[in-house]
């Protein structure tokens, strides 16, 4: 038995527990953006690391789309509610959503509209982490796709590129703006980070970046219904595709209704 058990009454005890944590969903995103403004923070793009007023914490607030486009635009819209600026890294070879479609491209330029940061989500595997390389593909999409921020955060980051520090675009994991004592996340669809980062708020740590994949905070019932949800929208969006390009083939396809997707 320990001590506590001997001091302390079991109702009393029950009281000393940590509360649940909050759910993944909008009501909480809110109030993480409530919070840090109450504390002073300033929301700060990553393309511009020392932008903040004298004397202000900075918050980087990033959101790496690895699969979910229409809830990157839910988040910036939110954000943009509450005046603050939000960093998005869109990839370019995910099998969650395509970028080259028009779509993705409206949903860029909205962002961008909103005031938030939008750049690129670098796979290594695809493009390495060369500087040369990267400034390469930045220069492609800016002149021939669509306007972006000269900002990277990489997918599944090689030791290389933690810390690194590029010339010709700012890099999210730039020693600058990411270190352990400042960085936070909600990998692995996990709540956890929230206790440590709402104690950082409160001790207004001078920087903090939080990374939130957007997908996450799509309020569901399960995994489960979410993989449904994501499975709908892209068979949806490989229907129109048949349709558009091969509408003879595909014909007995047409009638399905055009359908808005939340994943
Ligand atoms: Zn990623």
């Not at 990277?152 to 980051?157: A, I, L, M, T, W």
């Not at 956890?192 to 905070?217: C, D, G, K, V, Y």
Request: proline fraction near 5%.
């Amino acid at each position: 038995m320990n001590e506590i058990d001997v001091l302390v009454p079991a109702a009393e005890l029950t009281n000393m527990v940590e509360p649940s944590p909050p759910e993944l969903g909008e009501n909480t995103f809110r109030g993480i953006l409530t919070t840090a403004l109450n504390q002073g923070y300033h929301f700060a793009r990553l393309d511009e690391p020392v932008g903040a007023p004298l004397g202000c914490p900075v918050f980087y607030l990033r959101h790496d789309v690895d699969i979910s486009t229409p809830m990157a635009m839910r988040l910036g819209e939110i954000e943009h509610e509450h005046g603050v600026c939000g960093n998005f890294f869109f990839q370019l070879n995910a099998e969650t959503y395509s970028f080259f479609v028009p779509e993705t491209l409206a949903i860029i330029r909205r962002l961008r509209e909103m005031g938030h940061c939008v750049g690129l989500h670098i796979d290594e595997l695809l493009i390495g982490a060369d500087e040369r390389a990267i400034a390469q593909t930045f220069d492609w999409v800016i002149e021939h796709i669509v306007a972006l921020d000269r900002a990277v955060s990489f997918h599944r980051p090689s030791p290389e590129v933690l810390g690194r520090r590029y010339e010709a675009f700012m890099n999210a994991y730039d020693e600058r703006v990411f270190d352990a004592g400042s960085y936070l996340s909600d990998s692995r669809r996990s709540i956890t980070f929230h206790a440590t980062l709402m104690a950082w708020l409160a001790e207004r740590r001078p920087r903090i970046q939080l990374l939130l994949h957007a997908e996450w905070w799509r309020e569901v019932e399960g995994v489960a219904h979410f993989w449904r949800l994501l499975s709908e929208r892209r068979n949806d969006e490989l229907r129109r595709y048949m349709i558009k390009n091969f509408p003879k083939v595909f014909a007995s396809l047409l009638d399905g209704e055009n359908r808005q997707f939340s994943v």
